[in-house]
């Protein structure tokens, strides 16, 4: 059973640039959220999508920008990208009837040069 | 969600039980309690969550406190690759629908 899968893995970006980075949720979730971790700190909520609509966000800027497909896919667009936003992204997928736990992907590591 | 206080780095001698504390002294009595890690260069991982019981599974046992402001995760028999970083969480829902937020969590070393 494949868990979540990002892509990416790794990334470098001019500042400036837009980015768009990609997951595919667990197989039978169907909400997934976005975390952004700065090096030697905890994971930070972005946003989470359900039902192909933005349902929660956290204090990230208008840059940061997702989108849910039908087939519970998601991808997260960051525009104007600064030297900050250099960080790992995490895609975190869950079922939103289910009671466990949320399956995290490895993350994409992106660099802004 | 309530605000989690945990030991920023711990040892443990390998094949020791490791206890790492939680402090959450402000969890309202319908927030859970959820603990996860993370290996480096991987994501967070879920091992356990409970409300106000003892929990027990195959990775780990969780004792929370009868007053609920604190826990302890118990892992009863480190291995290396236990080492790893080790978050505490207090959140309102464990389903979907609900944020983590993430403290700085404890830095366990597990040493041969």
């Known amino acids: 059973d494949a868990g979540v899968t990002q892509s990416p893995t790794h990334l470098i970006k001019t500042r400036g640039q837009q980015v768009t980075l990609r997951c595919s949720p667990k197989?039978?979730?169907?909400?997934v959220s976005w975390y952004q971790q700065a090096l030697g700190q905890g994971p930070q909520f972005i946003f989470q999508?359900?039902?192909?609509?933005?349902?929660q966000r956290g204090n990230f800027p208008d840059r940061f920008s997702g989108h849910q497909f039908p087939n519970y896919s998601s991808e997260l667009n960051v525009n104007a990208l600064l030297l900050g936003d250099s960080a790992l992204y995490l895609c975190?997928?869950?079922?939103?009837?289910?009671?466990?736990?949320?399956?995290f992907g490895s993350g994409t590591r992106l660099t802004v040069v | 969600d309530a605000k989690t206080t945990q030991p920023p780095s711990m040892d443990c001698a390998e094949g020791r039980a490791a206890n790492l504390p939680c402090n959450h002294s402000?969890?309202?009595?319908?927030?859970?309690v959820y603990w996860y890690r993370q290996i480096h260069s991987q994501g967070p991982q879920y091992i356990i969550h409970?409300?106000?019981n003892n929990e027990t599974n195959e990775m780990a046992s969780l004792i929370i406190t009868e007053d609920r402001k604190s826990s302890t995760l118990i892992l009863p028999h480190a291995t290396l690759r236990d080492t790893a970083v080790y978050y505490c969480?207090?959140?309102?829902?464990?389903?979907?629908?609900?944020?983590?937020?993430f403290g700085g969590g404890t830095r366990l070393m597990v040493k041969p």
């Open positions: 975190a997928s869950s079922l939103e009837a289910g009671v466990y736990g949320y399956t």
């Open positions: 197989s039978g979730h169907d909400t």
């Open positions: 999508y359900y039902e192909e609509e933005e349902r």
């Open positions: 402000t969890i309202s009595g319908n927030e859970y």
């Open positions: 409970g409300l106000k």
């Open positions: 969480i207090a959140s309102l829902s464990h389903n979907a629908g609900n944020m983590l937020t």
